[in-house]
C-alpha cells in the first residue's frame, strides 16, 4: 500500500528531472543504467528534505502535503518537456554489471534489518527517533508543549528549573531543551535531516517506519561508496570496497542503529560523485545537484563542516588546473551557508551551544594553525593564476600530501603516547580503528592512498582531501567519549568508507592503474592467462581474507537486535494512561526511568512531567497536585529509583509493577565489546488518591512499591522470594504516619556475603537527623531493632512532614575490592522497615 508513495517520494521526482533535456542530457544518458537510477533517488531524497524542512520551518508539514509537492514538481516536469524526458535510443541500457549494486542491496537488507527498536531517551538515538516522530505528528521544527505551557509559574521549578543559560532555559526531557516556558517552546538538540526522514518514515508504515529509515540510509550509503569508487577505480574494486564496508561491525551496527552519521554517509559519498562528475568529468548538469546535496550536510550534522572544508579545499586546487568552480554549484551553497546560519540563531541556538564551546575552548596554538591555514588558502588563491606556481603545485602537491599522511600515520601509530593533556582515546585512536579494521587492511589502504595521490588525484581531489580533512580532525581529538561501539560513530562518515575504498586501491593497484576514462568499466590487464591470475587472484584472495575476518567479528553483533521488543513494551505502557491523565515521572537523579518518558510524550502523546529532583518541595508539589487532579481526570506516578514525595496530605495506591528485559549490548570504555547483556526495567505505578481518614502503623516491604518512600537506594532486586534493596553510604526512607505511640524502629538487614577485604558492615541510623542507634550487621536477613525518643515521635506526630530515617552505611565498591565490573556503592541489603 505504501509502494506509490515510496516511489512518489524517492524516486519519480529525481527520475524526471534526471531526463531533462537540459545541460546535455545525452552525456548523463550514457551513464550505467544503475547509475541513473541511483541519480534518480538522490534527486528525490534532495528535493523531498528540502520540501519536508521548509514545510516543518514553517509549521505546515503534514505527509499529504509532502506526497502534493512531489506530485506538483512531478507534474511539472512531465507538463514542461512531455515526450522529450524520452531518452529515444540514446541511454544506456542495463548490463550485468547492474549485478553489484543489487547485490549490494540485497547485501544491506541481510545485514541492517531488523533494526534496533530505540525509542527511549537519554541517548541520541532516542532523541533522533523521538525528535523525527514529534515532527511528523506536529507538523514543525519547534515542538509547542501545551503540557509546558499550562503549568503554572509557582510549580514551574519542580519539572523545570532554570538553567540560566543564555540558549533555552531549562530542559523538557534530556536532548530536549525548553526554550520558552510559557509559550512551551521545545526544541531538539540535534538538526533535523535525519529527523525528517523519519517522519517520512513514520508517515509511510507509522513507528516502524521512522526506526527501519536507518537501514534504508545505511544500504543508500553502500551505493554512494560503490558509485563513488566505480568512477575512480572500476566496478569490482569499487563492489569489494563498498562488501568490506557492509560486512564491518561498525557499518552493521549503525545500520540499525539511529544516528545521522550514518546518513552524512550516504549524502557525502553522493555530493562527491556529483562534485566530481560536475567539476572533473565537466558534466554541467550535476553542479547544482553537488551543491544541493552537499548543502544538506549541516542539516545533518553541523560537524559535517568537515567534508565543506574538504571540498573547498578540492576547489582550490583545482584552479591550478585552471578548472573553476561552477556558479550552479556554489549557488546553492552559499544559499545553504545562509540557510543554516538562519536555522542556528533562530532555532538551534540551544544545540549549537556545544559547538559554540568547542570554539571558545581554542587554545593559542589550535588558532595560530587555523591562521596559517586560511592565509595559506587565501595565498594560493592570489597566485592560481601564476603558471610557473601552477605547474608546481600541480606536480607535487599530490604525492606531497601522500608524504603527509605517511608520516601521520606512522607518527599516531609508533609515537604518539598519552601524556599530559592528551587522553588515552585520543593518543591511541589510530589504533583502536583497527579494532574494526584489520591492521594488514590499514597498510593496504595507506598504501592505496599514496598510489591514489601518486597516480590519480586529480581524478577525485575532493574524495581524497575530504578524507584527509576528516582523517586529522578525527585521529587528533575524538571528540566523544571512548565508550565503544559508541565512539566509532566518528568513523562513519568518511573514514571507515574511505578507509575500504583505499584497501580496495591499494589491493588492485594492478587493475585500476590501467584505467584512464570514467566509465568505470575495469579494464582487462594484457597478456595471457598468467597475465590476468597476476592481476586478479592476489587482490582478490587479500579481499576474501579481510572479509572473512569482518564476518567473524560481525557474528555477535549480526544476531543481536538492540531493544528487540521494547516497542509494544512502551505501547503497552501507554496505553495505561488515557488521554486526560497526567504522569508524573522520577528524578534523573532517581534511576534512569526517565528514558521512558521521552517516548510516552512525544510518540504516544501522553501528559508526561519529569520531576528535577529526587526531593521536591513538599507544599509546592501539593499545590500542584491540587491544580492538577482538578485539570486532569487521574494523576499517576511511574517510579523505581525513589521520591521523597508523601506526606499526610499526599497519598497513593499502588496501581501495577511492570518488570521486563531487553537485550542490550554490552557498551566499555576503551575495549571492544564482546556481547550482549539484558537491561531491565523494574517500575511502579501508582495513583494519587485523597489521604486515607485512619493511619496504619508503618510497614513497608523495601524493593516492592517502595518507590515513593525511598532515596538513595540502589535498584530493586529479588531473591529467594525475597525483596531488597542495597543502600549506598546514605541512604533514606520517608516514615509516614507516625505517631506520638511510636516506640520502635525495626529495620531487617543483611551483609550481603560482604568480603572481608571491605570490612564489618556497620550502620548509623537517623531519624530527623538523631542518632538512635548503630548495627554490625551479619549475614542473612535479620531484624535490628532500635528506640524511638518520645521527643521525636511527639514533634512528628504534630506536624504534616513525614519523620525521615537515613542509614549511613559502611560502603565499599565490587569494582574496587573484587575487581568485577560493577561500579555501585554498596552498604547493606534492606528488606524491610517497620515502626511500632
Request: glycine letters at 8%; proline letters at 6%.
Amino acid at each position: 500500500m505504501w509502494l506509490p508513495e515510496l516511489l512518489l517520494i524517492a524516486f519519480v521526482p529525481g527520475a524526471l528531472l534526471f531526463r531533462a533535456p537540459v545541460a546535455e542530457r545525452d552525456r548523463r544518458a550514457q551513464l550505467a543504467a544503475e547509475e541513473r537510477v541511483f541519480w534518480a533517488v538522490v534527486i528525490s531524497a534532495a528535493w523531498s528534505s528540502i520540501v519536508v524542512l521548509a514545510l516543518a520551518a514553517a509549521s505546515w508539514y503534514t505527509f499529504p502535503r509532502l506526497l502534493i509537492a512531489n506530485g506538483l514538481l512531478s507534474a511539472a516536469a512531465l507538463a514542461a518537456w512531455r515526450g522529450h524526458l524520452l531518452y529515444r535510443g540514446t541511454a544506456q541500457r542495463p548490463g550485468v554489471t547492474a549485478l553489484f549494486p543489487v547485490a549490494i542491496i540485497a547485501l544491506g537488507l541481510a545485514l541492517f534489518f531488523p533494526v534496533a527498536e530505540f525509542v527511549i531517551g537519554g541517548r541520541d538515538p532516542g532523541v533522533y527517533i523521538n525528535e523525527g516522530i514529534a515532527l511528523a505528528q506536529r507538523g514543525s521544527l519547534v515542538i509547542r508543549d501545551s503540557l509546558v505551557a499550562a503549568v503554572q509559574p509557582v510549580h514551574r521549578d519542580l519539572f523545570f528549573p532554570p538553567y540560566h543559560d543564555r540558549g533555552y532555559y531549562s530542559l523538557r526531557f534530556m536532548g530536549f531543551f525548553l526554550v520558552d516556558p510559557i509559550e512551551g517552546t521545545v526544541v531538539a538538540q540535534f538538526p533535523h535531516l535525519y529527523p525528517a526522514f523519519v517522519a517520512i518514515g513514520y508517515g509511510l508504515d507509522g513507528l516502524n517506519g521512522g526506526l527501519r529509515m536507518i537501514g534504508a540510509w545505511a544500504i543508500f550509503g553502500l551505493l554512494g561508496v560503490y558509485f563513488a569508487g566505480a568512477r575512480l577505480l572500476g566496478r569490482i574494486p569499487a563492489f569489494c570496497a563498498s562488501t568490506l564496508l557492509a560486512l564491518c561491525v561498525v557499518e552493521v551496527w549503525f545500520g540499525r542503529y539511529p544516528n545521522s552519521e550514518i546518513g552524512l554517509q550516504a549524502l557525502l559519498f553522493a555530493g562527491l560523485l556529483a562534485f566530481a562528475r560536475s567539476h572533473v568529468d565537466d558534466d554541467r548538469f550535476f553542479a547544482p545537484v553537488a551543491g544541493v546535496v552537499l548543502g544538506l550536510l549541516v542539516f545533518l550534522r553541523f560537524d559535517a563542516v568537515l567534508a565543506w572544508a574538504g571540498v573547498g579545499l578540492a576547489v582550490l586546487f583545482l584552479l591550478f588546473r585552471r578548472r573553476w568552480p561552477r556558479v550552479w554549484f556554489v549557488i546553492p551553497m552559499v544559499a545553504a551557508l545562509v540557510a543554516v546560519g538562519v536555522y542556528i540563531s533562530t532555532i538551534m541556538r540551544p544545540g549549537f551551544g556545544r559547538y559554540a564551546v568547542f570554539f571558545e575552548n581554542l587554545r593559542p596554538i589550535h588558532l595560530t594553525f587555523l591562521g596559517i591555514g586560511v592565509l595559506a588558502a587565501v595565498a594560493l588563491l592570489f597566485l592560481s593564476r601564476n603558471q610557473r606556481l601552477e605547474r608546481v603545485i600541480s606536480t607535487w602537491s599530490p604525492p606531497a600530501l601522500g608524504v603527509i599522511v605517511v608520516g601521520a600515520v606512522i607518527y599516531a601509530w609508533f609515537f604518539r603516547v598519552p601524556a599530559g593533556r592528551l587522553a588515552p582515546h585520543d593518543a591511541l585512536s589510530l589504533r583502536t580503528f583497527t579494532w574494526y579494521f584489520p591492521w594488514a587492511g590499514l597498510i593496504a589502504a595507506v598504501a592505496g592512498f599514496v598510489l591514489l595521490a601518486w597516480k590519480r588525484f586529480w581524478r577525485d581531489p575532493a574524495l581524497l582531501l575530504v578524507t584527509v580533512v576528516y582523517g586529522f580532525f578525527v585521529f587528533y581529538k575524538i571528540q566523544i567519549v571512548p565508550e565503544h561501539f559508541w565512539m566509532t560513530r566518528r568513523f562513519v562518515p568518511a573514514i571507515l568508507p574511505s578507509a575500504f575504498l583505499l584497501l580496495a586501491a591499494g589491493a588492485f593497484y594492478g587493475v585500476w592503474s590501467r584505467k584512464t576514462d570514467g566509465t568505470g568499466e575495469t579494464p582487462t590487464p594484457k597478456g595471457g592467462t598468467l597475465a590476468r591470475v597476476a592481476a586478479w587472484v592476489p587482490p582478490l584472495v587479500f579481499v576474501t581474507i579481510v572479509g572473512a575476518l569482518l564476518i567473524r567479528a560481525d557474528q555477535p553483533v549480526f544476531r543481536h537486535v538492540e531493544y528487540q521488543g521494547l516497542v509494544s513494551r512502551i505501547e503497552a505502557l501507554a496505553n495505561q494512561f488515557g488521554p486526560r491523565d497526567l504522569v508524573v515521572v522520577e528524578s534523573r537523579r532517581s534511576s534512569d526511568l526517565h528514558v521512558v518518558a521521552l517516548p510516552l510524550a512525544y510518540i504516544f502523546n501522553r501528559n508526561v512531567l519529569v520531576l528535577s529532583t529526587p526531593r521536591p518541595d513538599r507544599q509546592r508539589f501539593r499545590g500542584f497536585l491540587d491544580w492538577a487532579r482538578s485539570r486532569y481526570q487521574n494523576v499517576y506516578f511511574v517510579g523505581s529509583g525513589g521520591t521523597d514525595l508523601l506526606s499526610r496530605a499526599i497519598a497513593v495506591v499502588p496501581v501495577a509493577t511492570e518488570r521486563f528485559q531487553v537485550p542490550e549490548y554490552e557498551a566499555v570504555w576503551n575495549s571492544y565489546p564482546r556481547g550482549a547483556r539484558q537491561k531491565e526495567f523494574d517500575f511502579s505505578i501508582y495513583k494519587f488518591v485523597d489521604p486515607p481518614s485512619e493511619t496504619r502503623p508503618f510497614d513497608i516491604d523495601i524493593g516492592t512499591n517502595d518507590d515513593l518512600y525511598v532515596v538513595r537506594f540502589n535498584a530493586k532486586e529479588r531473591m529467594n522470594g525475597r525483596s531488597f534493596r542495597w543502600t549506598t553510604d546514605s541512604s533514606y526512607v520517608t516514615i509516614l504516619d507516625l505517631t506520638d505511640r511510636a516506640s520502635s524502629l525495626t529495620i531487617w538487614m543483611d551483609n550481603g556475603g560482604r568480603p572481608a577485604a571491605a570490612g564489618p558492615a556497620t550502620v548509623s541510623c537517623y531519624l530527623d537527623n538523631r542518632l538512635v542507634g548503630e548495627a554490625t550487621v551479619d549475614g542473612g536477613f535479620k531484624p535490628y531493632s532500635f528506640a524511638i525518643p518520645a521527643d521525636i515521635a511527639a514533634a512528628a506526630a504534630a506536624r504534616e512532614e513525614p519523620a525521615l530515617l537515613r542509614i549511613a552505611s559502611s560502603p565499599w565498591s565490587p569494582k574496587a575490592v573484587l575487581g568485577v565490573d560493577d561500579y555501585r556503592t554498596l552498604g547493606v541489603m534492606v528488606q524491610r522497615v517497620a515502626v511500632r
